[in-house]
């Protein structure tokens, strides 16, 4: 967009909103390894990769349903617990290959009970996810007592999760993988394309003559597969899994995507953009950590920070319809 | 036919008038210098065509909308004060598209906005009490504690009408009342309008049914194109009159204008079509032959379309499309697509176009299959497929990296067009193609429906707008309550014989 004069408020608001992000984490990354000591460390850099990784890799694959204009996927709080779970509880009594198969059958299962109920039978994604993630969860406890499963101090699992690639932990590398993957399959495939256009104008849509009920399967089922990997990668690093270890990570990930300037209305974002909400969210909480400052305030920052990325997000939209 | 305001056709004083009106939307003047008067005790008939002035006129009078230049007038005194001091200086307003909460029962419905409350809280006796009232004066028996979404379509209508008599109005405005309802739905409530007028209300009626008219209405005020033609004492005209007078220009086909058209095998084909405000319709459309839908806004065109190509559920008949010598039955919509049909919807806005998306991608979307190798899609090859149709359609300015959203009515309606072109349909079907769109890009749709057919596609077209009908079809049916009223083609189909089968009125002889 070329101008002449002075930008607007309304435009303003739009630049925030399509470019914002790029410079925030780019000032945020400046600002703490100039600023805050302790921050540009060999230790320090590898847990904030190994803190961002299993929900920064939620967090881009649940791009997929929020760009759909789905909201979110809440239910990713039971599939990353149950695959971490899983992976650990059955490779121990039945081998690694029938561990990662039945964490995939599960997690086709999550994909396809969410994304029929929401995509066929038209349910609310909030009400849907909520209530697969009691029953998931329900399940979980029941089935593994509420104990915590340890994997063997030598085993493939405990390998994996020491593996470092330059450096940086083999999650991150997952990370920047999954998000390579899916930028392609969001931006360049048609599958990704009809994601998009489904979560711009799904009348529109489904009058091109698209089957809409199953794109939106579709996105849950890259979710699904997102949190699987997650939970793999959860339960690896720390050798351990247990059905509460992934509190927190419905909102996490949302909060990352919607930070990263994806729009809660759907139709406008990208992968990219999920990557960066995760690199400045986890930044910013690990500065404020360096800093001494509470968890309840990390909290609280996190959540003024998602109010200000809705405003924005919301307020520039409007502008735009003017 | 001149003005004629002065005759005392009705017995009682002028309650309400409305002198030198005019309201422009942007450029447009949908009001353009009106002034009519109504008494008490009279029902006073407002006809015209769509989009004639008819509705922004009573929203005007009621305050909802501010006029440009003009005043209104009750018992003398200016109004101001918008919706409010309409309310309380007695106007009353039946919208055409119903307001009510389906949530909540009737008798909430009738008092909505008006609750008696003592202490703060409803006084939930008085409220029924009143809205008992309201519905004994209407002669209705509805029950008051029944939620309004569970009531049929017409029982709304009149709970509708209640809530306007329960505020004890002096001018009661009802626009298009009688669209949804039966015939002897309909006489009940022309009944119930003449009792309600005897005990003093002034009654303003807007309607398509010149039957209606003529029964009720004490006088009748013409407007066209914004323009007040004139205000007749009933028995001073007729049917046939008002239809010129709704209908203005003397309009004769223009054949120069029309196609040379050889039409070939029926491709689309449907029969015994039945759906919501649909009720049995058989059509055919041929190779190359344009097909027009005529008729009144609510008649079932829309839907009729809509349940041919699988757009909307279909209660019964059948659909085919027939292309290189197959048969196929058009069992959903998607089935509709792959068999050659394309379909270009009333509301471009938010049923046509995916605005926040760009040129590009919209026309890529019906086409994304021949556009991608291994389902990944060639960015050049669709910028250069999408770039082709946006020129031939004549997009201007034609850059396809623009959201679609950036552009005007009229080149919104071409981007649509564009991404049916590119799958060369056996079947395009249109509704309403060229509404709000301006003169310029309003011809090139034209030139583009015609090129479509001239190319052997069959062409369905709805319109409202009854020049443009004529213009492009090979042949019009007529629709009306949800079936086919009359079919025309070439010199029989004028704007006149078109208007009398849609507003029921019969054939009216040629002048």
Not at chain 1, 15 to 36: D, H, K, P, Q, Y
Not at chain 2, 40 to 45: K, P, Q, T, Y
Not at chain 2, 256 to 264: D, H, L, N, W
Not at chain 2, 297 to 322: C, P, S
Request: charged fraction near 20%.
């Amino acid at each position: 967009m070329k101008r002449g004069t002075r930008p607007s408020g309304a435009q303003t608001l739009q630049w925030v909103s399509e470019r914002g992000i790029f410079f925030f984490t780019a000032a945020l990354v400046a600002f703490a390894a100039l600023f805050i000591d302790n921050f540009v460390s060999i230790v320090n850099i590898t847990d904030v990769f190994h803190r961002a990784a299993p929900i920064g890799i939620v967090a881009v694959g649940m791009t997929f349903v929020v760009i759909s204009g789905n909201y979110l996927d809440l239910s990713v709080v039971a599939q990353v617990a149950t695959a971490a779970v899983v992976l650990i509880a059955v490779s121990n009594s039945a081998g690694l290959g029938l561990a990662v198969l039945a964490a995939l059958a599960i997690a086709l299962l999550y994909g396809v009970v969410n994304g029929v109920a929401v995509g066929y039978l038209r349910a609310n994604a909030v009400i849907v996810t909520l209530s697969t993630t009691f029953v998931g969860l329900g399940i979980l406890r029941w089935l593994s007592g509420g104990s915590i499963f340890f994997g063997p101090p030598d085993g493939p699992i405990r390998a994996l999760g020491q593996v470092k690639v330059v450096g940086l932990p083999l999650s991150a590398l997952v990370l920047v993988v999954m998000t390579a993957a899916l930028a392609f399959l969001l931006g360049r495939t048609n599958f990704g394309f009809l994601i998009r256009s489904f979560g711009s104008n799904r009348t529109a849509t489904r009058l091109a003559g698209v089957d809409t009920s199953r794109v939106v399967v579709g996105a849950f089922l890259i979710t699904s597969l997102s949190a699987m990997v997650a939970g793999f990668v959860l339960a690896a690093f720390s050798n351990t899994a247990v059905s509460t270890m992934a509190q927190g990570f419905d909102f996490g990930a949302l909060a990352a995507i919607i930070i990263g300037g994806t729009s809660v209305f759907g139709g406008k974002g990208s992968v990219l953009r999920t990557l960066l909400g995760v690199i400045f969210v986890s930044v910013l909480t690990n500065i404020l950590v360096l800093s001494k400052i509470g968890f309840g305030w990390q909290q609280m920052a996190i959540g003024a920070l998602i109010v200000l990325a809705v405003s924005v997000d919301t307020l520039a939209r409007k502008a735009a319809r003017r | 036919m001149t003005a004629d305001q002065t005759t005392p056709e009705a017995p009682g004083p002028v309650v309400i008038e409305a002198e030198s009106i005019v309201k422009r939307f942007g450029g447009a003047t949908a009001v353009d210098d009106v002034s009519i008067a109504v008494r008490s005790g009279e029902i006073h008939g407002l006809v015209g065509e769509n989009g004639a002035g008819k509705s922004t006129l009573m929203r005007i009078l009621a305050g909802i909308l501010t006029p440009d230049q003009g005043e209104v007038r009750v018992d003398g005194r200016p109004l101001t004060g918008g919706t409010r001091a309409a309310l309380d200086a007695g106007i009353a307003l039946v919208h055409q598209e119903l307001s009510l909460v389906p949530e909540l029962t009737t008798a909430e419905n009738i008092m909505l906005g008006a609750f008696p409350t003592r202490l703060g809280f409803t006084n939930a006796r008085q409220l029924r009490g009143v809205a008992a009232t309201a519905l004994r004066e209407i002669g209705v028996s509805v029950d008051l504690d029944e939620r309004v979404g569970r009531l049929s379509v017409a029982l709304r209508q009149f709970v509708e009408i209640a809530r306007a008599v329960a505020r004890k109005p002096r001018v009661l405005i009802l626009d298009e009342p009688t669209a949804t309802l039966t015939p002897a739905e309909t006489d009940y409530l022309l009944t119930m309008l003449q009792r309600l007028a005897e005990g003093g209300l002034a009654i303003i009626y807007i309607s398509h049914r010149i039957p209606e008219i003529f029964r009720i209405c004490d006088r009748v005020t013409v407007l066209r194109d914004g323009q007040l033609i004139g205000t007749t004492p009933i028995r001073a005209t007729t049917p046939a009159a008002l239809v010129d007078q709704m209908v203005g220009r003397e309009y004769k086909l223009d054949l120069q204008i029309r196609r040379e058209s050889t039409p070939g095998e029926v491709v689309l084909a449907a029969r015994g079509v039945r759906a919501h405000r649909v009720h049995g319709v058989d059509l055919d459309v041929r190779a190359g032959e344009i097909v027009g839908l005529g008729g009144l806004v609510g008649a079932g065109r829309t839907e009729l379309v809509r349940a041919m190509i699988g757009a909307d559920i279909r209660t019964a008949g059948r659909v085919t499309v027939t292309a290189h010598g197959r048969t196929r039955s058009i069992s959903s919509y998607q089935s509709a697509v792959r068999n050659g049909v394309a379909y270009v919807p009333e509301e471009r806005r938010t049923d046509g176009l995916a605005l926040t998306m760009s040129v590009a991608e919209n026309i890529a979307l019906p086409n994304r299959r021949r556009l991608a190798t291994g389902g990944v899609l060639r960015r050049s090859r669709v910028s250069a497929f999408a770039q082709r149709l946006a020129d031939s359609v004549g997009l201007r300015p034609p850059d396809i990296r623009k959201d679609a959203g950036d552009y005007s009515g009229g080149n919104q309606q071409k981007i649509v067009i564009a991404k049916w072109l590119g799958r060369n349909p056996k079947v395009i079907v249109l509704d309403e193609p060229t509404r709000g769109v301006d003169v310029g890009a309003k011809a090139e749709i034209h030139r583009l429906i015609r090129e479509l057919a001239d190319q052997g596609t069959a062409v369905l077209v709805v319109s409202s707008d009854l020049p443009e009908l004529l213009e492009l079809s090979d042949v019009i049916h007529v629709i009306r309550d949800g079936r086919i009223a009359g079919t025309l083609s070439g010199p029989e189909a004028d704007e006149r014989s078109v208007m009398s089968l849609a507003a029921g009125g019969g054939m009216v002889g040629k002048a």
